[in-house]
């Protein structure tokens, strides 16, 4: 009899892969920017960056239904939390798969915002495969000219 959860050996050498891949990103701690941006996966990829006017955060995440999207704002952390499901075959297809190298499954990343960022203003969208998120940055911290009488 043989056991259906099975899997070939291609796919056991990508998990090993993998796993390799996220004990090496916990153990290098000078390759991460914070404890808080940890992830296991590390899926979706971000940039973070700033503009005179707001902090822009970008995710790249192909084969996202928008719908999946989570986005939550909560004491100067951005959460972006989603699912993005497999396209693997089902089992009793004709196909098999030897390798797997695409992420799915379910996922979460956190940033840490700066201190100046409005969590009131948050406006995001997704298109192409990139989430992009902009939280706009408090008036009161812009520099602003002041007349002297």
């Known amino acids: 009899m043989i056991n259906a959860s099975f899997r070939p050996a291609a796919d056991l050498f990508a998990e090993l892969n993998r796993l ?3 004990l090496d990103h916990v153990f290098r701690p000078a390759e991460r920017s914070s404890i808080r941006g940890l992830t296991g996966a590390s899926f979706p990829v971000i940039n973070v960056g700033t503009t005179p006017d707001s902090v822009e955060i970008m995710a790249l995440a192909p ?13 100067g952390l951005l959460v972006i939390a989603g699912e993005r499901k497999s396209q693997v075959p089902e089992d009793g297809d004709s196909t098999s798969v030897y390798a797997q190298e695409r992420f799915a499954g379910s996922f979460r990343r956190v ?7 409005d969590p009131a203003r948050v406006d995001a969208s997704y298109r192409d495969g990139i989430l992009r998120v902009s939280v706009a940055k408090r008036e009161s911290s812009k520099p602003r000219r002041i007349e002297v009488s």
């Open 111 to 117: 940033v840490s915002l700066p201190e100046d960022a």
């Open 20 to 22: 390799q891949g996220m």
């Open 63 to 75: 084969g996202i239904e928008p719908q999946s999207l989570q986005l939550t704002v909560d004491r």
